[in-house]
């Protein structure tokens, strides 16, 4: 099982990243590089891939780690309250404000801030958020003070910023601001062979001790799924299989009927799929059979347990060629 670093036990559970395919190991060797560095992150991709996990494993990996870690959801902040979550504000500045608070940028100072679905911000705080950057300073609404505030910045969106800022919904200062190292996760579709190693994981999670696994008609399913709620759909899946299977092993009528459905189509995905949707532009044909390789040994190895010599049996090749097969994919 691929992890972000030996040291994988001292981190908080919820910044830990697991997958062992091209597109994670990228992150992975990412995340190392710039853990350390004070510079500002954007993590960029659709909803349900990891990209709070990602900010997390960012910053329990570097130096701040014993710092505060403060997670904002931009789309859910109620828009007359926005300034006021993330400023703070004095007792009397509005009615109900019958004290002072800290603001949640306040609340992560020496930390780091995480600015999930910044796209969704008013442009009006969107400037606010710019002179925040640019001053390293807060001032709560109602007060004339102004507070020094030192953060590392982290956003994340599931939008294409540059076309926003092209389309006047986004500042463009303000995405030159927080771009300055961006982190795409790809979605779950586009890494199948990730599938078996978070299934597994997941299954480790909500059932501990219970020494669950997927059968191999479930694990087919899985693999064959386009998953549009990526990792966070996995998750609500295993969690459903897991409370609805008596056994020791995931079989498919636990699993959604969106999904059993695909029980009986290839795990290659997309164009394997369907040949008749070969895209114009062509493919990558060794990246495409690299992929397919990674996800049949991961689906091999959790029918068989983790045991290798049963996985190689139930590829029909000899345990030489399995372990051949493993190193190039660092299995």
Not at 56 to 82: E, K, M, W
Request: proline residues 5%.
């Amino acid at each position: 099982m691929a992890v972000l670093k030996p040291t994988i036990a001292e981190l908080p559970p919820d910044s830990i990243i697991f997958g062992s395919s091209e597109a994670m190991r990228e992150v992975q060797l990412k995340i190392d590089r710039i853990a350390e560095a004070a510079v500002p992150v954007l993590i960029r991709g659709e909803s349900g891939t990891g990209k709070e996990l990602v900010a997390r494993a960012l910053h329990y990996r570097g130096t701040l780690a014993n710092r505060p870690f403060v997670a904002v959801d931009c789309g859910s902040l109620v828009p007359t309250l926005i300034e006021s979550e993330l400023f703070g504000y004095e007792k009397g500045a509005f009615t109900g404000a019958l004290r002072s608070k800290q603001g949640l940028l306040q609340s992560a100072d020496t930390g780091t801030i995480f600015l999930d679905e910044i796209g969704e911000l008013p442009l009006e705080m969107q400037a606010k958020m710019l002179r925040f950057l640019q001053e390293k300073e807060v001032r709560p609404v109602g007060s004339n003070q102004k507070v020094k505030v030192d953060v590392r910045i982290m956003a994340a969106t599931n939008r294409d910023l540059e076309v926003e800022y092209k389309k006047g919904t986004f500042r463009k200062d303000l995405y030159f601001r927080l771009n300055v190292v961006t982190i795409h996760l790809p979605p779950l579709r586009e890494r199948r062979s990730d599938i078996p190693i978070l299934a597994n994981w997941f299954l480790e999670r909500l059932a501990p001790g219970r020494d669950a696994s997927v059968s191999s008609t479930a694990m087919k399913a899985l693999l064959a799924y386009d998953w549009p709620g990526n990792v966070r759909e996995l998750e609500n899946t295993m969690e459903r299989a897991v409370a609805l299977e008596t056994g020791r092993l995931i079989s498919l009528p636990v699993l959604p009927d969106r999904i059993a459905g695909y029980a009986g189509t290839s795990a290659l995905g997309g164009v394997g799929r369907h040949a008749s949707e070969f895209p114009d532009v062509g493919v990558d044909f060794e990246k495409v059979i690299a992929d397919a390789e990674r996800q049949y040994l991961q689906a091999a190895l959790a029918r068989a347990d983790g045991v290798r010599t049963r996985a190689s049996e139930l590829l029909k090749i000899t345990y030489r060629s399995f372990r051949h097969y493993a190193k190039k994919h660092n299995l």
